[in-house]
Each structure stands twice: as structure tokens, then as C-alpha cells.
């Protein structure tokens, strides 16, 4: 079981920005797919975004966006691996959730297919961090 804290929501007008962190105790998240979801009131649990392993067959940075966010929000990792980012820009008052990172994996020596946004293929969750967007 991987150890993730998540941090970095706030309130934000509309058109602001927020980077969420997801850091990693105790191993690299270099191994893992790294997903981003979100949680409204109300509704289940949405697939954001992810960043694939290192041993992806096209490479280790692959990424997904859903349709919602695509354009606007940017996954990435850091140099040493043990954080994970969720670039948030040009945020709308639709985006207000709780924001989750979640970890598939560890894949450490076989190429594996790219990350996915199904909140099913992950085994490791966050505790989630309160994202609002409002005037």
C-alpha cells in the first residue's frame, strides 16, 4: 500500500489557477500511474487526468485529459519523482470538487499499457483536498 497526501486546494475566482500536489511516502511514484479525481456533491467520483508510468511502451510520460478539463489543467512529475502535480488554470465554478490523486501499480520492470481515468484501476487514494471556484 503506497502512502499519499495530497495538498494545495484552496478558493479561487473563476479564471484563477491552483497546483495540487500528490506526494509519495516510502517509494517513487516513477513506478506508478498517478491519477487525478475529482468529487462534487452529489455526483460519483470523475476521472480528471493521469500520468503514466515510467515503463509505458510509448514512454513514461504519457498523459490523459478528459474533455472537461483538456486544455486547461497539466499533469506532471518532478525531477525526483516523488511528487506529482495537478496544474489547474483558467478554473470555473464546475471544477469545484474534492480533488484525489490515486496510484496504480507498482510496475517496476514490464511495460504496461498507459494510465487510464477509471477510478476502478487504482488501488491507492489520497485524502482528498477541497477545491472551490467562486466570485
Known amino acids: 500500500q503506497l502512502q499519499l497526501v495530497e495538498s494545495g486546494g484552496d478558493m479561487v475566482q473563476p479564471g484563477g489557477s491552483l497546483r495540487l500536489s500528490c506526494v509519495a511516502s516510502?517509494?517513487?511514484?516513477?513506478?506508478?500511474?498517478i491519477g487525478w479525481f475529482r468529487q462534487a456533491p452529489g455526483k460519483e467520483r470523475e476521472g480528471i487526468s493521469c500520468?503514466?508510468?515510467?515503463?509505458?511502451?510509448?514512454?513514461?510520460?504519457?498523459?490523459i485529459y478528459a474533455d472537461s478539463v483538456k486544455g486547461r489543467f497539466a499533469v506532471s512529475r518532478d525531477r525526483a519523482k516523488t511528487t506529482v502535480y495537478l496544474q489547474m488554470n483558467s478554473l470555473k465554478p464546475e471544477d469545484t470538487a474534492v480533488y484525489y490523486c490515486?496510484?496504480?501499480?507498482?510496475?517496476?520492470?514490464?511495460?504496461?499499457?498507459?494510465?487510464?481515468?477509471?477510478?476502478?484501476?487504482?488501488?491507492?487514494w489520497g485524502q482528498g483536498t477541497q477545491v472551490t471556484v467562486s466570485s
Open positions: 490515486a496510484a496504480e501499480g507498482p510496475f517496476l520492470y514490464t511495460a504496461q499499457a498507459m494510465c487510464t481515468v477509471d477510478p476502478s484501476d487504482y488501488d491507492d
Open positions: 516510502g517509494f517513487s511514484l516513477d513506478y506508478y500511474h
Open positions: 500520468i503514466s508510468n515510467r515503463n509505458i511502451v510509448s514512454g513514461g510520460n504519457s498523459t
